[in-house]
């Protein structure tokens, strides 16, 4: 279009595209599908159709959001890492939205709930509170121990553990069962052995190594419960070959290594098998990784706290001389007999050198040595 005066009227935007729009349709062809016949061009025919009046529809925003969130919780219960999950609702709003549904939150395996220290914040805090209002059970226990020993929230952090243990968690049994075996939060007279040894009761019949062996040295020394050293080795045993058990079903090597213990005994402390440690619980790495950056009391200002000499466990103390020692070296301490055995057959058997203190003893009673109570307590397995 010309003016009065010859000139040409600038063309518009829009109608300087829609020659480019035309020649792209024209280049593009609908797929087809060798075979498919008149059906299989039919969608390509509706696509280029769509694409003619206006964008591609966007399939996502079709689909139902109970589905979304079925899909949503199968990927939370195989999510390998807590990244998996947050990569997943950051995507886009409605991801972000139907991400924190309870049903998708329940479902979080126990890897996509494993914080690390280093990463801790506000908005980690607040996704470890959902996922345990939405009622699962792992995340109410880690945060549980997060905020009793890291935090020094000790009613919450109770109750929490308190709520899982009452949806059978062992690991959440177990824990309780230490607190009221030392008292923990309170002071020396706070112990509450009885109720110790009906928690570990509890979480060995659920298959917690921990509390097994818990419970079987508990039944040998009559300590809370009265004296079995038959029972107490039978619990025993069998945290023994469930840990065994463990090991070769994570280990293709130590599979058949136990293939060629088959004909034998497959007992661990009792035949001198030495295994791996066990993996630890992303809760006891937690405090692990805490309190190794903080210090045992993990608040400044107070100081003389000691940690449970295991590494996988990562519980402190919370009160001064709340853990044992060992009676021999005086070095390490334990919270519970259980880290006591387990350590001393990972390390402290080798790193535990009576030897000197029983030979000074000697030559100053003037007998010969023999080996002490002190080893004999460490012996425990």
Request: hydrophobic share 40%; with cysteine; charged share 25%.
């Amino acid at each position: 279009m010309r003016t009065r005066r010859g000139a040409c009227y600038p063309m518009p935007q829009w109608r300087a595209e829609e020659p480019e729009e035309e020649e792209g349709r024209r280049r593009k062809r609908p797929r087809r599908v060798p075979g498919g016949g008149a059906a299989a061009d039919e969608p390509a025919r509706m696509m280029a159709a769509e694409g003619v009046a206006g964008e591609m529809p966007d399939f996502f925003d079709s689909l139902p959001d109970d589905l979304v969130v079925s899909i949503l919780c199968k990927m939370s219960a195989s999510a390998a890492r807590p990244a998996d999950l947050v990569g997943v609702r950051i995507t886009c709003k409605r991801l972000n939205e139907l991400g924190s549904d309870p049903r998708a939150l329940t479902m979080a395996s126990v890897k996509s709930l494993a914080v690390r220290a280093r990463n801790w914040s506000e908005s980690a805090h607040e996704f470890l509170k959902q996922c345990a209002d939405a009622g699962n059970l792992e995340a109410c226990y880690i945060l549980g121990m997060i905020r009793f020993y890291c935090l020094h929230n000790r009613g919450s952090g109770t109750s929490l553990m308190a709520r899982a243990a009452m949806g059978s968690h062992a690991a959440a049994l177990y824990s309780l069962a230490v607190i009221q075996f030392n008292g923990s939060g309170g002071s020396k007279d706070d112990k509450d052995l009885r109720a110790g040894v009906a928690l570990c009761a509890r979480a060995a019949v659920l298959g917690h190594v921990d509390a097994l062996r818990e419970l079987g040295h508990c039944l040998q020394d009559g300590y809370g419960v009265r004296r079995n050293v038959a029972e107490g080795r039978r619990f025993l045993i069998q945290a023994n070959a469930r840990e065994l058990a463990a090991v070769l079903n994570s280990s293709p090597a130590w599979k058949r290594h136990g293939d060629a213990l088959a004909s034998g005994c497959s007992l661990l402390s009792d035949f001198g098998c030495n295994l791996p440690a066990p993996e630890a619980h992303p809760a006891n790495r937690f405090m692990a990784e805490w309190f190794a950056a903080r210090g045992a009391s993990g608040w400044p200002g107070e100081d003389g706290l000691r940690l449970c000499s295991h590494s996988g466990c990562g519980r402190p103390e919370t009160r001064r001389h709340e853990f044992r020692r060992c009676s021999v070296c005086g070095v390490v301490n334990y919270c519970s007999r259980a880290c006591q055995a387990l350590h001393w057959k990972l390390a402290h058997k080798a790193e535990c050198a009576p030897m000197d203190r029983w030979l000074d003893a000697a030559a100053a009673a003037g007998a010969p040595p023999e080996v002490g109570g002190g080893e004999m307590m460490m012996m425990l397995n």
